[in-house]
Structure formats: structure tokens, C-alpha cells
């Protein structure tokens, strides 16, 4: 077992199973094309912190980015301010993906992601763009819940962010899908 240190979880157990059934047409849909809901489970994915600096048409920004510290590939998530220690929790589990991600890749990585975003805003807003990147010591992990749906054979996987009470796409499910079936993420 992991000693991790992880943000406080806004969803308990009994309020994911409850979003995991939703009623409804949706639920009778859910249940048809994935099959039943057989389990829920608990898992922490851990991140990298970065302070960043934007600074763009001579106005500059802080922000604090995190980057998933298994494969880089999960979208940048926010954070409003550096997390205290009432807001995290320190626990052990074994449901946390092992970090993977070279320490030297995580910079250019959440350069690369910011720059997507920025430009996705508009190419023709950029100007005089300067971003800075400082790496933040530790690792922090997200809690998210998993739903785990089928019958037979076929098994399916379903993500609720656990802070931000939010459905994860596919990016989230694969890196999990991954972990779980012990194969490098593509």
C-alpha cells in the first residue's frame, strides 16, 4: 500500500452510485449498450504542479496547472490556489496509477498543452506571448470513482471526477483501462 496525499473528495461513495444510476431513459440506455452496474471503486491518479506565467499583449497571469504524472495525457487540470491542508487528505491505497512520466518531460509537456489552449482561443490574440513554467515540489492526486458496468465478459468503465462531481471522457478511461490491465498507455 501507497501513502498518497490527495484532494478531499466532494462525491462519498453512496452520492457516485447514486450518479452512476441515473434514472431514467438514460439509465435503460446505459444499462442496454453497457450492461448493468456491478461495482464501484475508488482511484487516485497523482500530478505534477506548475506554477505558470502568461504574459500576453503586455498583460500578465499566474496560474496553477497540474499534469497527470502517469502518461501526460490527461487535459491540464486547474487549481484556484495551492491546495491546504485542510482541503487534502493523506491516505494509503493500492488504487493509485504508479507516476511514470520522466521528471524532464513534465515542463515541455505543460508548455505544449498551454500553448493548444492559448492558441485555441485565438492564434490572432497572441502577442508578445511569454509563458514560464516552475515545477512545484510533490506529487497531489485527484480521487475519481469508478463504475464498473457488464455482464459476462465484457466489462465497461465509467469515471466520476470525485472533486469536481464531473464525467470523464475517454482520455481518463483509457489511462485507467490501462493501469488496471497492466499495459503501457499508447
Not at 504574459?55 to 502517469?70: P, S, Y
Not at 482541503?87 to 515542463?107: D, G, H, K
Not at 464498473?148 to 465478459?153: E, I, L, T
Request: charged share 25%; net charge positive; hydrophobic share 40%.
Amino acid at each position: 500500500m501507497t501513502l498518497i496525499r490527495s484532494l478531499r473528495p466532494n462525491v462519498t461513495r453512496d452520492e457516485a452510485i447514486q450518479l452512476f444510476h441515473a434514472a431514467g431513459p438514460v439509465r435503460l440506455l446505459r444499462d442496454l449498450s453497457w450492461g448493468p452496474l456491478r461495482s464501484v471503486a475508488e482511484v487516485y491518479i497523482p500530478f505534477h504542479l506548475f506554477q505558470v506565467g502568461i504574459q500576453n499583449r503586455g498583460r500578465a497571469e499566474q496560474c496553477l496547472l497540474g499534469l497527470d504524472a502517469v502518461a501526460g495525457t490527461l487535459d491540464l487540470y486547474e487549481f484556484q490556489h495551492l491546495p491546504t491542508d485542510p482541503e487534502t487528505v493523506c491516505l494509503e491505497t493500492r488504487n493509485c496509477p504508479a507516476p511514470r512520466l520522466a521528471p524532464e518531460r513534465t515542463s515541455e509537456l505543460v508548455l505544449a498543452k498551454l500553448r493548444r489552449i492559448l492558441y485555441g482561443r485565438g492564434f490572432f490574440r497572441m502577442r508578445d506571448l511569454h509563458l514560464s513554467v516552475a515545477p512545484l515540489p510533490g506529487e497531489l492526486h485527484i480521487p475519481y470513482w469508478l463504475a464498473f458496468r457488464g455482464s459476462g465478459q465484457g466489462t465497461r468503465v465509467a469515471v466520476l471526477d470525485a472533486v469536481r462531481r464531473r464525467t470523464e471522457g475517454a482520455k481518463v478511461r483509457r489511462l485507467i483501462e490501462a493501469w488496471l490491465l497492466d499495459v503501457d498507455e499508447p
